[in-house]
């Protein structure tokens, strides 16, 4: 486990130890006020996908924002059952569960918490619907419809609706709706505007479908933090998964200019070998690299070289005089915030450049 | 964190996925192989323990046989973990250079041996400076960049003058020269050879140029898994830094003499299309190098990985059906291995220990 060196609250940002996960307060409340400010004004709701950054302490705030459903996302069980321990009673689980052992964990989340999970088989729906009879619950379905993605999901029209029906034969089960999960579109202007809506349309199109046959579909989630603001306007779409614009990343920086880089990963200049060439104690291993290279944004002239395991090499450019020298703090901004979360068990929270608070992210790692 | 501890006894196919599994019978023929290999020659190994973050199985290797006693670790929190964990002999192949972070290091030199690499005059004078302060002695390796373009000394000059410095200052202690080098691309066990005599007589330059000014080096510490046998060619290396190794990894070609030891095991949730079978686990728990075959179905190739789920593919009938177990082998064990808090030591099909992998995390 993560082993930083714990300081006061107060002690100056550049004084904790390296590399760290810190996180800028005053960005975080800016980022979900601009966020959920788009929502509180419309019936279509948010439900924060807490993937994004692994924090009882953030999901909570952002429930406190308003603009949700009031529940929120999980993408594994084991996730589920941190965020049920921790204060949240509304959970959709964005994830098919199919073996039994993890079938019974589910089933008694279920007795202490409003849960909400994903199908995409008639097979599934069945034990899914024994199980909850057997353990005295109602589980809330949705069928999972595969779109954009080569993932797992039915294909929208006549297989969703054929599923929803065998959910609604299911005794313990509750129908709830649909879901797609489009992957993240990254595009702007039009092209957002037209790839977003050709995948949601096929959702809707599902919804109406379903709607005829008389079933009742009071669950419609799309979306995401790449495109909210248009699939949000939809009719017919009911809530909007989320989880990236909290603390955002340099993967979306280009796209959602609305907001800003609350996440960074402080690091340590451990070498200069030659001039223009820095070392840093931050790789892949405190950063993250499986989407691309990080940010420095705090660092004109400078371009990341390359990520190793332990260390993050960056060129600089020499006509830009930093006066940088060995112990002085870089700050990454990760490529992509639910790998970079991932890697740790805690944040340092910011306010005013100095320590506020240290979170847990007690959900690290809970894969299963 | 996870916390998930199957008692023993139980069988593999019963684990809930996605888990981290480490086949003991491999892992342990892997720390003979190198006891073996190193049994009469004068180089010996430090293992890199980067990857494997466990000090039971560093304990392993050493007791195995073949090391110098001691072992690597990348950052200053793992060597906590290695200390804490039982091993009293640690070289830190890499810079330590923030003062709060010198100063642990030193409150550690009361334990253990310990020593770490340097490239830079004024992080010598520090070393000293806080070690003296502290009333111990820090070892310091001069690190000479081989290939890599990272950090280290770039001529013989620049390795000559820091080892001046550090034999004028009480509170270091001179110890030798260390490199690292990596093999972009196997050609062929010649080229394999070449490349490592290669990049390491740089290294072993660095420490002819300072033993020329009278001053003795005792450490070569250079190379890593594909110099383990290259090593032993060399006179001059005293031991070798190699991680990869323990647990098998399959980019590389040349480990013939090496088992894999450690896979994820995933379950299938569903079949949505004909070939395609989704798996529950994905880039989190394996990484974006991740994995690129499945044990037992070269007929299987992986796809798309998202967040939390594998698409594996098929181009006859996918024979993977929703509940069905599979075992991945991943192609970069160390980034992997660093999203996972324990092992699952599995032997004869059954769970026999599992060990908590306290250094995961660690990159302070």
Redo the contacts between chains.
């Keep these: 486990?993560?082993?930083?060196?714990f300081k006061p609250i107060g002690t100056a940002e550049e004084?904790l130890?390296?590399?760290?996960l810190v996180v800028d307060l005053s960005g975080l409340n800016q980022n979900i006020e601009t966020m959920h400010s788009f929502f509180r004004s419309r019936s279509v709701g948010l439900r924060p996908h807490v993937?994004g950054h692994g924090s009882p302490a953030i999901a909570h705030m952002q429930i406190a924002a308003g603009g949700t459903v009031g529940g929120i996302m999980t993408?594994?069980l084991?996730q589920s059952e941190v965020f049920a321990a921790t204060g949240f009673d509304d959970i959709f689980l964005a994830?098919?569960?199919?073996?039994p052992?993890?079938i019974a964990r589910l089933c008694s989340l279920a007795r202490r918490v409003n849960m909400t999970v994903a199908v995409?088989?008639a097979?599934?729906a069945s034990d899914l619907g024994e199980a909850s009879v057997e353990a005295g619950v109602t589980l809330n379905v949705v069928v999972e419809i595969?779109t954009r993605?080569?993932?797992?999901?039915?294909a929208p029209g006549r297989p969703a609706l054929e599923l929803a029906n065998a959910i609604v034969g299911e005794e313990g089960l509750h129908f709830a709706g649909l879901m797609t999960y489009e992957g993240s579109i990254r595009a702007e202007g039009d092209e957002l505007v037209s790839e977003s809506k050709k995948w949601i349309q096929q959702v809707l199109d599902t919804r109406e479908k379903l709607e005829k046959a008389g079933l009742d579909v009071e669950i419609l989630s799309v979306g995401g933090t790449h495109n909210y603001e248009i699939a949000g306007e939809m009719d017919g779409v009911t809530e909007i998964a989320a989880g990236s614009y909290a603390l955002m990343d340099e993967g979306y920086r280009t796209y959602r200019p609305q907001f800003v880089n609350a996440a960074k990963i402080m690091s340590?200049?451990?070498?200069?070998?030659?001039a223009g060439?820095v070392?840093t104690?931050?790789?892949?291993?405190?950063i993250g690299?499986?989407?691309g290279n990080p940010g420095i944004p705090t660092l004109p002239g400078g371009e990341v070289r390359g990520l190793?395991?332990?260390?993050g090499?960056i060129d600089l450019d020499p006509s830009f005089d930093h006066g940088l020298s060995?112990?002085d703090r870089v700050w990454f901004v990760p490529n992509s915030i639910?790998?970079c979360v991932?890697?740790?068990?805690y944040m340092h929270v910011i306010r005013n450049g100095k320590l506020d608070a240290i979170w847990e992210l007690?959900a690290?790692?809970?894969?299963? | 964190m996870d916390y998930y501890r199957p008692v023993p006894g139980t069988q593999v196919e019963d684990l809930e996925t996605p888990c981290l599994l480490v086949d003991l019978d491999a892992v342990e023929h892997n720390f003979r192989v190198v006891a073996d290999t190193y049994r009469d020659t004068e180089v010996k190994m430090r293992q890199h323990t980067k990857n494997i973050k466990s000090p039971r199985l560093a304990l392993m290797q050493i007791e195995t046989g073949g090391t110098v006693g001691g072992v690597c670790t990348a950052k200053l929190s793992e060597a906590e973990v290695m200390v804490e964990g039982g091993v009293t002999d640690i070289l830190i192949p890499n810079q330590v250079v923030h003062k709060d972070k010198i100063a642990r290091m030193c409150a550690l030199a009361r334990r253990a041996d310990m020593k770490v690499c340097v490239d830079n005059m004024q992080n010598v004078q520090d070393l000293s400076d806080i070690a003296d302060a502290y009333g111990v002695k820090i070892g310091v390796l001069i690190e000479v960049d081989t290939q890599m373009g990272r950090a280290g000394v770039r001529s013989n000059e620049q390795g000559v003058a820091i080892a001046k410095l550090a034999e004028s200052l009480p509170g270091v202690d001179f110890k030798g020269v260390m490199s690292h080098q990596s093999l972009m691309e196997y050609k062929g066990e010649e080229d394999r050879y070449e490349v490592g005599r290669q990049t390491i007589q740089i290294c072993l330059d660095v420490k002819n140029a300072i033993e020329a000014e009278g001053i003795a080096v005792g450490m070569v510490s250079s190379g890593e898994t594909f110099t383990i046998d290259v090593a032993t060619t060399i006179p001059g290396v005293t031991e070798v830094e190699g991680g990869t190794y323990a647990l098998g990894g399959t980019t590389y070609d040349y480990m013939k003499d090496y088992r894999m030891a450690n896979k994820v095991m995933g379950t299938v949730i569903s079949t949505p299309r004909s070939g395609v079978a989704i798996g529950d686990a994905g880039l989190f728990a394996l990484s974006g190098l991740g994995a690129d075959s499945v044990e037992d179905h070269p007929e299987i190739t992986v796809g798309e990985m998202l967040d939390h789920q594998i698409v594996l593919k098929s181009d006859g009938e996918m024979p993977l059906k929703v509940g069905d177990k599979f075992k991945l082998i991943p192609d970069y064990q160390d980034m992997m291995i660093n999203r996972w808090d324990q092992y699952i030591g599995i032997r004869d099909g059954a769970v026999e220990q599992v060990w908590d992998i306290p250094g995961r995390g660690c990159t302070q």
């Design positions: 486990m993560e082993r930083p060196i004084a130890d390296t590399p760290a993937s993408a594994t084991g994830n098919l569960v199919t073996a052992s993890k995409d088989s097979a599934n595969n993605r080569d993932g797992m999901g039915v340590c200049v451990t070498s200069m070998p030659e060439n070392i104690d931050a790789g892949r291993k405190a690299g499986d989407t190793s395991a332990e260390h090499g060995l112990g639910e790998g991932n890697l740790h068990d007690p690290r790692g809970r894969y299963r």
